[in-house]
């Protein structure tokens, strides 16, 4: 069974980097029916995509978080990685990594538990 | 970049009762791409419906999705306790607001 897990810091000053893994159990993150996302939840708000990378390390990010946020993969380690430059409080959000089939349906599935980041000072 | 609108944003049913729950796009999208997710509070979203109408696996039959165009609908025929949760549609990188089903 797929198992994706975040992990990083949950906390983030204002204007650094926000960095997180996301480390794929049970499968390969090399496998070439998927891709691999990040997506983050604001506190009582609704799910906004971030970007999503493939496993060869072709890269898709939202327009509007696209100038500050890096996605890279290690298939040697099974994992795959957000940065998100020159954070605000507006980045404070629950940031949750998932697998994309981006066959015939494209949806996100499984979903890692998701981790709480806070940006503040 | 397509929106997608979700109707109502809070949803107050009891068990029992049939819940409709509307996802609507701002523009024409191809039903093979849009999805449903369930999200308890504290918990990652859950795989609901694809392909706006296929039900992922262990869904219960309770839940169906149909629609197509701009318009599409998440029908739970009869609430189990269980099923009160937020629901949020998606298509491609685009997702919906949510829609929170409460207990009345």
């Known amino acids: 069974q797929l198992q994706l897990q975040e992990s990083g810091p949950g906390l983030v000053k204002p204007s650094e980097t926000l960095s997180l893994t996301c480390t794929v159990s049970?499968?390969?993150?090399?496998?070439?029916?998927?891709?691999w996302s990040w997506i983050r939840q604001p506190p009582a708000k609704g799910l906004v995509w971030i970007g999503t990378?493939?496993?060869?390390?072709?890269?898709y990010y939202n327009p509007s978080l696209k100038s500050r946020v890096t996605i890279s993969v290690d298939t040697s380690r099974n994992h795959f990685s957000l940065q998100l430059s020159s954070v605000t409080a507006a980045d404070t959000a629950v940031y949750y990594c998932a697998r994309y089939d981006y066959g015939d349906h494209k949806y996100f599935d499984p979903w890692g538990q998701g981790t709480l980041v806070t940006v503040s000072s | 970049e397509i929106v997608l609108t979700q109707s109502p944003g809070t949803l107050s049913l009891s068990p029992g009762e049939r819940a409709t729950l509307s996802c609507r796009a701002s523009q024409s999208v191809s039903s093979s791409y849009l999805t449903w997710y369930q999200q308890k509070p504290g918990q990652a979203p859950r795989l609901l419906i694809y392909?706006?109408?296929s039900r992922a696996t262990g869904i219960p039959d309770r839940f169906s999705g149909s629609g197509s165009g701009t318009d599409f609908t998440l029908t739970i025929s009869r609430l189990e306790p269980e099923d009160f949760a937020v629901y949020s549609c998606q298509q491609s990188g685009s997702f919906g607001q949510g829609t929170r089903l409460e207990i009345k």
């Open positions: 392909g706006a109408s």
């Open positions: 049970g499968g390969s993150i090399s496998t070439p029916s998927y891709y």
């Open positions: 990378i493939s496993y060869s390390g072709n890269t």
